[in-house]
C-alpha cells in the first residue's frame, strides 16, 4: 500500500497541457536538454525466471525482499533470483491469482487471492488462518492495518476487520469497496466508487466520488487535509475540514491514469495504462528519461512501489521494472535525434548544444527544438569533424574534406578560403590565450593570424604531420598530438614526449594540462602523465587503465574521470600523484559500465570534441546511443553492506527453517545452507564470504550470484554456519548472519563405541606393522640395485651427449667460418671488378651469405643447439646491415620481443628480415633524407609468428606489385614466404610496412 505520500503542490493543469498529454505519447517539453533527470531502468519477465509477464501487486518486506503478485502465484526476489510459490509447490494455495499483499507490524505477510481467501506467511510458512474462514474461496482485493493494529480485508462479501484473533464484517457501508488505507490522521479510508471515511471512533463518512458510480482506481493522501484520488482521464483532489469532512472537490484532466504514488520530492508518479509512468509536480506533467523505455505491455501499469535503495519500481502487463536516480543521462532519440551514433558535440554559453552524427550532419538543440542542419544549411560538410566555441561567441566547425565555417548571430563564413591554407581533413580547432586560432589537420598545423594561415612551427615540419589535437597552455605553450606523440611547442622549441616502453603505433586520444602536469590517454596502451620532462606510464600503479583512453577531465572534487570506451573509472588525482611518489601504493579506481545502467554505450572518439567540460562540472560525451550527460556530483557508490539472511537448510532434500537449532539425523550426506544479500542495485557488485565451523578453516570469498552452498559429508557434531557481504568493495557486514545446527551420529561414532574399536585396531596395526616391515626390507634391496644400475646408465648417457653437443657447436662454428671465407672471396672480387652494378650485386650477395652466418653463429654461442633467439639475432642483423649502408640521417627501432625459431625457420627468415631492411634503407631514403624504419618479430597466443619492418620513407611507387616483381630481392622473399607457408602484405600511406606472417613450427 502506498501510505507515506507527500503533498504534489497545486495541480491545476492548463487545458493546452492536458491536451498535449491525451496524446497517444505524452508531451514532455525539454526546457534544459541537459536536465539530469535520468532514470536507470531494469526490467524482469520470463526470461529472467517470473513465472508470468502480467505482474500485480508489489512490496519490499522489512527484511529487504521484493514479493510480486501474479497470476501464478507470489514470487519472492532478492535481486538475483526469483523463488515462486504456488499451488504446485506449496499446499497452503488454493488458487494461485495474488490480488494485494500486505506486511504487518509484526513483520508477517498477508496474500489476498482470487477466489482462494486470505494466505499467511510466517516464519518462511504459508498458512490459513482458522479465523479467517468466513473469506474462504472469495477473492481479496486489498489489505492493511490501521494505528491500533487491526487488520482490514476488502473483499466482494464486504470489508472483514479483525482485532487480535477474532474478526467480523464492518456494517452500514453503502457498498462493498475494492481497496483502502489508514491516513496519517489514523482515520480509516475505503475505496468503491467513492470515498467512505471511518473515523477512529467509528462512525462512517461518505466523502463522495465520481457520479458515474464506476469504481475508482486508486486514492493517495498526498496530505492531512487532501486526498488524490484517479480515474481513466482524471484527477480529484478532496479537500478534507478538520473533522474529516469534504470542504470542496478539484478535478482535472491527465490521460489513462490508473495508479498513484508520493516521491520524494514533492511529487507523484502517475502510472498509466497505455502510456507508462508520467511524473506530477506543480502544473507539469513529464516523463524523464529512462521511464519512456517501456514497450507495449510494459507501459500498462499495474502497482507501484519505492524500495529501501531510492528505487522505483513498477508491475505492468510486460512483466517487472525497476527505475533508479542515475548520474548519467542519455540525450538521443528520446530528445529528436533520430541518429544516436554521435561523433562530437559541443555546448555553447547561450545554451545550444550542437551533435555531429558523422555523415549524417549536425543537429543543432536550443530550447526543445532539434535541427538537423547539412552542406545545403551552409555547414562545411556533411561530416563535422571539429567544432569549438571561441572566446568572441563564434562556432567554428571544421570539416572531413577540409572546409571550415564560423557561425555567429545565424552568420556563416566560410575562412577555409584564406591565404595559406592547404585543404585537407581538420582534426582539431583551438584557441589560445592570445585569441589566435590554431587549426591542426592532416597537412599539419596553422596558425590563423592577420587574416592568413600560416604554418607553425616553421622548423621540424615533418613532426607535425597529422595534429589531431590542440591545447594550449595559460601560460603560453601550445600542446599537440600528431601521429601519435605528444608534442609542446614553447615559441620556436618543440620537444616530443614518449614513454620508451610505450607503442606509438597505439596512439594519443586524449589530453588535460593540470597545473604544469600532463596527463594523456592512449588508444590501447593506458594512461600516461609529463611531470617536467618526464613521462611516466600510469600502468605501473594501477594496471586496469583504460586501455583505450578517449577522455580525461577532472571534476569538483579531485576526482579524474577517464572515458575508457566502454566504461568510465573514477579515481582520487591526489591518490594517484601519490602512489607516482611512492606515498600510497594503493589506489581506489570505481568503474562505472554496464552495472551501472551504462550497457550497449560505446563512447565514441573522432577529437577532442567527442567530450565537453561544462561550467557547472557536467561532463558530455558522444556515443553510440546518443550524448551522455554525467553529473560527477552525483556519482559514487553506497559502500553499506547489504542485508544477509538465511534462508533455510536442506539435507539430503528434507529442509528445514531457521527458526529452530535444526538437529539432522545421523548419517547426512548433503547439507544445503541457502541464503542470500538483498541488494537491487547493481547486485553483480555483491560479494559473499562464508565459513561453516569445523569445516572451513578460512573465510571462503565468492561472487554475488551465490545463494546457497554445499557440504558433502559434513561428519557430526555441531555446526555454525556465518555468512557476510560486502558492495562496490566496501566493509563486510558487521554482523554476519548465522546459523546453528546439529548431525547426530552413529551408533558406532559414540565414545565407548570408539574406545574399543581403537584397541581392536591397535593389535591389527601392530601384526601388520611386523608383516609389512619385513616386506619393505626385500624391496629395498631390490630398489638400491636397480638404483645404482641406472646410475651407471645415465653417466654413459651423459658422456655420449656432451661428446655430440661439442661436435655440433664445432660444426656450427666451421659452417659459420666458411661462410665468412666466401664472404672475404666476395669482398676481393668486388675490390677487383668496376662494374658498379656487378659491386652492387656481389655486395647484396654477400649481406645474404652474412645473414645465414649469422645464425650459425648465433646458434654456436646459444646452450640451446635446436632454436636460435630471434631478438638476438635481429639485434645483431640490424647492426651488420646498417653499418654496411652506413645510413647516419635514419634512426632504427627493434622491438624487443622474445620469438624463438627452430633452425629450418630461422634461415629463411632470417633471409626474409635481411631483404626487407637492406631494400628499406636503400630505397625508402632518397637524397639522405631522415626518417624512421621500425623492425620488429612477435609471437600470438596461436603462435603465429609476425615479421615487420616499417618505415616513414617516400613509399613504393603508385601501382607496383612486389609479388609480380622481377628484382631478385623481391623473387627471393616471395619464394622464402612460400617456403615457410607464411603471407606477405605490404601497406602503404605514410611510407612503407611490409609484414610476414607465418605459422611456428
Request: charged share 20%; proline share 5%.
Amino acid at each position: 500500500m502506498m501510505l507515506n505520500c507527500r503533498p504534489a503542490g497545486g495541480l491545476l493543469l492548463s487545458f493546452g497541457v492536458a491536451l498535449a498529454l491525451a496524446s497517444a505519447q505524452p508531451a514532455t517539453a525539454q526546457h534544459d536538454i541537459l536536465s539530469n533527470d535520468g532514470f536507470v531502468m531494469t526490467h524482469w519477465g520470463t526470461k529472467e525466471g517470473l513465472p508470468s509477464n502480467d505482474a500485480g501487486p508489489i512490496i519490499q518486506s522489512r527484511e529487504g525482499y521484493v514479493w510480486i503478485g501474479t497470476g501464478f502465484g507470489i514470487v519472492r526476489f532478492d535481486g538475483v533470483r526469483f523463488t515462486s510459490f504456488n499451488s504446485k509447490n506449496t499446499p497452503a494455495f488454493v488458487a494461485n491469482e495474488v490480488r494485494t499483499i500486505h506486511e504487518d507490524a509484526t513483520g508477517r505477510l498477508w496474500i489476498g487471492l482470487h477466489n482462494g481467501g486470505v494466505l499467511l506467511y510466517e516464519n518462511n510458512t504459508f498458512s490459513s488462518p482458522a479465523f479467517l474462514s468466513p473469506l474462504a474461496f472469495t477473492t481479496v482485493t486489498s489489505i492493511f492495518s490501521d494505528s491500533l493494529g487491526s487488520l482490514y480485508f476488502c473483499g466482494r462479501t464486504g470489508v472483514f476487520r479483525v482485532r487480535d484473533t477474532s474478526g467480523s464484517f464492518i456494517q452500514g457501508l453503502p457498498e462493498h469497496p475494492a481497496f483502502g488505507f489508514t491516513g496519517s490522521d489514523s482515520r480509516v479510508y475505503l475505496i468503491g466508487s467513492s470515498i467512505v471515511q471511518i473515523t477512529p471512533d467509528g462512525s462512517i463518512h461518505n466523502l463522495g466520488g465520481y457520479p458515474d458510480r464506476i469504481s475508482i482506481p486508486h486514492v493517495i493522501q498526498e496530505s492531512d487535509q487532501t486526498l488524490l484520488a484517479v480515474k481513466s482521464g482524471e484527477l480529484r483532489r478532496f479537500y478534507l475540514r478538520p473533522d474529516g469532512s469534504v470542504d470542496r472537490v478539484e478535478s482535472f484532466r491527465t490521460p489513462g491514469a490508473t495508479r498513484l504514488l508520493a516521491d520524494d520530492n514533492d511529487g507523484v508518479f502517475v502510472g498509466t495504462q497505455g502510456y507508462g509512468i508520467l511524473h506530477l509536480k506543480g502544473t507539469r506533467f513529464t516523463q524523464p528519461h529512462g521511464l519512456r523505455a517501456m514497450q507495449g505491455a510494459g507501459r500498462t501499469v499495474h502497482s507501484f512501489m519505492l524500495d529501501t535503495e531510492g528505487g522505483l519500481w513498477a508491475t505492468t502487463g510486460g512483466g517487472v521494472y525497476r527505475f533508479i536516480k542515475s548520474f548519467f543521462s542519455v540525450i538521443g532519440h528520446d530528445t529528436g535525434l533520430e541518429n544516436d551514433y554521435t561523433w562530437n558535440i559541443h555546448y555553447q554559453k547561450d545554451g545550444t548544444l550542437w551533435v555531429g552524427v558523422g555523415m549524417g550532419g549536425t543537429y543543432r538543440l536550443k530550447d526543445g527544438k532539434v535541427v538537423l542542419l547539412t552542406m545545403n544549411d551552409g555547414m562545411p560538410d556533411d561530416h563535422v569533424t571539429e567544432m569549438i566555441e571561441s572566446s568572441d561567441g563564434r562556432m567554428w566547425f571544421g570539416g572531413v574534406n577540409g572546409n571550415i565555417v564560423t557561425l555567429k548571430n545565424g552568420v556563416r563564413k566560410r575562412i577555409d578560403n584564406l591565404p595559406g591554407y592547404r585543404r585537407a581533413r581538420v582534426l582539431s580547432i583551438a584557441e589560445d590565450s592570445q585569441r589566435r586560432i590554431w587549426i591542426g589537420t592532416r597537412n599539419g598545423l596553422h596558425a590563423l593570424q592577420d587574416g592568413s594561415f600560416l604554418p607553425y612551427p616553421k622548423t621540424h615540419p615533418q613532426d607535425m604531420v597529422s595534429v589531431r589535437n590542440i591545447i594550449p597552455d595559460p601560460n603560453g605553450d601550445l600542446w599537440c598530438v600528431s601521429s601519435g606523440r605528444v608534442t609542446r611547442l614553447r615559441n620556436d622549441s618543440v620537444t616530443t614526449f614518449a614513454e620508451r616502453e610505450e607503442r606509438m603505433f597505439y596512439g594519443t586520444t586524449a589530453v588535460m594540462l593540470d597545473s604544469g602536469r600532463v596527463w594523456y590517454g592512449t588508444y590501447g596502451g593506458g594512461l600516461y602523465l609529463i611531470r617536467g620532462d618526464s613521462v611516466i606510464r600510469m600502468q605501473r600503479v594501477y594496471e586496469g587503465f583504460g586501455p583505450r583512453i578517449i577522455a580525461i577531465h577532472e571534476d569538483r572534487q579531485g576526482f579524474l574521470w577517464i572515458n575508457a570506451e566502454r566504461e568510465l573509472q573514477r579515481v582520487r588525482k591526489a591518490d594517484l600523484l601519490a602512489a607516482v611518489d611512492a606515498q600510497e601504493p594503493h589506489v581506489n579506481v570505481e568503474v562505472y559500465n554496464d552495472l551501472d545502467g551504462l550497457a550497449n554505450i560505446e563512447f565514441n572518439n573522432a577529437s577532442l570534441s567527442s567530450a565537453q567540460q561544462l561550467e557547472d562540472g557536467r561532463l558530455l560525451y558522444a556515443s553510440t546511443t546518443g550524448v551522455i550527460v554525467v553529473n560527477p556530483d552525483a556519482a559514487g557508490r553506497s559502500i553499506t553492506p547489504p542485508p544477509v539472511m538465511i534462508e533455510g537448510i536442506v539435507a539430503d532434500g528434507t529442509f528445514y527453517g531457521t527458526h529452530a537449532m535444526p538437529q539432522l539425523p545421523p548419517g547426512t550426506a548433503r547439507v544445503d545452507i541457502q541464503f542470500t544479500a538483498l541488494r537491487f542495485q547493481s547486485p553483480g557488485r555483491v560479494q559473499i564470504s562464508y565459513q561453516l565451523s569445523g569445516v572451513d578453516k578460512d573465510w571462503i570469498v565468492s561472487d554475488g550470484s551465490t545463494r546457497s552452498i554445499t557440504y558433502a559429508n559434513p561428519g557430526y557434531g555441531e555446526f555454525t554456519f556465518l555468512v557476510a557481504a560486502s558492495a562496490n568493495g566496501g566493509p563486510w557486514s558487521p554482523d554476519p548472519a548465522r546459523i546453528t545446527f546439529t548431525i547426530a551420529p552413529h551408533f558406532y561414532q559414540r565414545p565407548l563405541v570408539q574406545i574399543g574399536s581403537v584397541f581392536a585396531l591397535a593389535a591389527l596395526l601392530f601384526v601388520g606393522h611386523r608383516i609389512r616391515t619385513a616386506r619393505i626390507l626385500r624391496r629395498t634391496r631390490a630398489l638400491e640395485e636397480e638404483i645404482h644400475r641406472r646410475r651407471k646408465a645415465e653417466e654413459e648417457l651423459r658422456r655420449s651427449l656432451d661428446e655430440k653437443t661439442v661436435l655440433l657447436k664445432e660444426i656450427h662454428h666451421r659452417v659459420k667460418n666458411n661462410m665468412q671465407v666466401i664472404s672475404s672471396l666476395i669482398s676481393l672480387q668486388m675490390g677487383n671488378s668496376s662494374d658498379p652494378l656487378l659491386r652492387e650485386t656481389l655486395k647484396e650477395s654477400q649481406s645474404r651469405i652474412r645473414s645465414m652466418a649469422l645464425v650459425h653463429e648465433t646458434l654456436y654461442r646459444s646452450n640451446n643447439l635446436a632454436a636460435i633467439n630471434f631478438r638476438e639475432y635481429i639485434r645483431l642483423l640490424v647492426s651488420q646491415v646498417t653499418h654496411a649502408n652506413l645510413k647516419r640521417n635514419v634512426r632504427v627501432v627493434v622491438e624487443e620481443t622474445d620469438v624463438t625459431l627452430p633452425l629450418d625457420q630461422a634461415v629463411p627468415a632470417g633471409l626474409i628480415m635481411n631483404e626487407l631492411y637492406s631494400n628499406a634503407l636503400k630505397h625508402a631514403f632518397p637524397d639522405g633524407e631522415e626518417g624512421v624504419v621500425t623492425v620488429a618479430a612477435r609471437k600470438d597466443n596461436n603462435g603465429t609468428v609476425e615479421l615487420v619492418v616499417a618505415d616513414t620513407g617516400v613509399g613504393m611507387p603508385a601501382g607496383a606489385d612486389p609479388k609480380k616483381a622481377a628484382t631478385l630481392g623481391f623473387h627471393l622473399i616471395n619464394s622464402l614466404t612460400e617456403q615457410i607457408g607464411g603471407t606477405l602484405t605490404i601497406t602503404r600511406d605514410p611510407g612503407t610496412t611490409v609484414t610476414v606472417r607465418f605459422p611456428s613450427a
